[in-house]
């Protein structure tokens, strides 16, 4: 008896720190996401490249699930964020915006990411969208 009680603490410690480090490598990578800020390199819908449309803002992603757009260096508007990390996907939302701001909502599915980087797509009105986002 006494080793099945053992042998279920063992796994359960096992369990808790395999769940320990997941929780770190969750933490770090929101720690990438939200220090410092972010800017669009790319954005294009189907053959059209709106890149230029971002040139003079950057984003600050927060920890709070908001994400603050900035224009020349001035806050302009607050969205809100949420990433999936099982589904590798990123849903923003900018409220009541016009263009460019208004391209961002929606949910993007990541292609490829690193700690400096984030290319994602999405599809919108039968048009793919392409969003590369990099850490300034």
């Given at each position: 008896?006494?080793?099945?009680?053992?042998?279920?603490?063992?796994?359960?410690?096992?369990?808790?720190?395999?769940?320990?480090?997941?929780?770190?490598?969750?933490?770090?990578?929101?720690?990438?996401?939200?220090?410092?800020?972010?800017?669009?390199?790319?954005?294009?819908?189907?053959?059209?490249?709106?890149?230029?449309?971002?040139?003079?803002?950057?984003?600050?992603?927060?920890?709070?699930?908001?994400?603050?757009?900035l224009k020349n260096q001035t806050?302009?508007?607050?969205?809100?964020?949420?990433?999936?990390?099982?589904?590798?996907?990123?849903?923003?939302?900018?409220?009541?915006?016009?263009?460019?701001?208004?391209?961002?909502?929606?949910?993007?599915?990541?292609?490829?990411?690193?700690?400096?980087?984030?290319?994602?797509?999405?599809?919108?009105?039968g048009e793919k969208c392409r969003?590369?986002?990099?850490?300034?």
């Open positions: 008896m006494r080793i099945t009680i053992y042998g279920l603490l063992i796994l359960f410690s096992l369990g808790s720190c395999e769940k320990a480090i997941e929780n770190k490598q969750e933490e770090a990578v929101l720690d990438a996401i939200t220090s410092g800020y972010w800017i669009v390199t790319k954005y294009t819908k189907g053959a059209t490249d709106a890149t230029s449309l971002f040139n003079t803002y950057k984003f600050q992603f927060k920890k709070n699930n908001t994400v603050d757009a806050f302009e508007r607050t969205g809100q964020w949420e990433a999936n990390a099982a589904q590798k996907t990123i849903n923003a939302n900018f409220a009541n915006v016009s263009t460019p701001l208004s391209l961002l909502n929606g949910t993007w599915t990541i292609t490829n990411s690193t700690w400096t980087s984030v290319d994602a797509s999405q599809t919108i009105d969003l590369l986002l990099n850490k300034e």
